[in-house]
């Protein structure tokens, strides 16, 4: 059975970090793209950052652009999201999902096969 697992949220202040991180098991990891998606209190879950699994190319939305830095490494089954100078505006639950996708650009929920519970991240003022 495919499973997703994100951990590494929690409060911040703004202008802190955090490194979420996503363990995936039961299906080929290294054949599914990762993307992120967040959902943030009173708004729909939107796609934010996305990486191949080819080529490890990736697309991050303008919001998170510069800030964010998605990788995964394909041994440990395991993609993160590095999320420095954050905001207010970050905070939601994210959830990290696969599917068969490039990442030319945001990812979509269509585009998933599974999908992870979601990490809450909170950044106070």
């Known amino acids: 059975e495919a499973h997703l697992a994100e951990s590494g949220g929690g409060l911040v202040q703004a202008g802190g970090s955090l490194r979420l991180s996503c363990v995936a098991s039961?299906?080929?990891?290294?054949?599914?793209?990762i993307g992120w998606f967040r959902q943030a209190p009173g708004k729909e879950r939107e796609g934010v950052s996305c990486?191949?699994?080819?080529?490890?190319?990736?697309y991050y939305e303008d919001s998170v652009k510069g800030r964010f830095t998605i990788d995964r490494d394909n041994a440990k089954n395991t993609v993160y999201l590095q999320m420095n100078n954050l905001k207010p505006e970050d905070t939601a639950v994210y959830y990290c999902a696969a599917g068969r996708f490039t990442a030319l650009g945001p990812p979509t929920e269509d585009g998933m096969d599974y999908w992870g519970k979601g990490t809450l991240v909170t950044v106070s003022s």
């Open positions: 990486i191949n699994d080819s080529d490890g190319s990736t």
């Open positions: 039961g299906f080929t990891f290294e054949k599914r793209a």
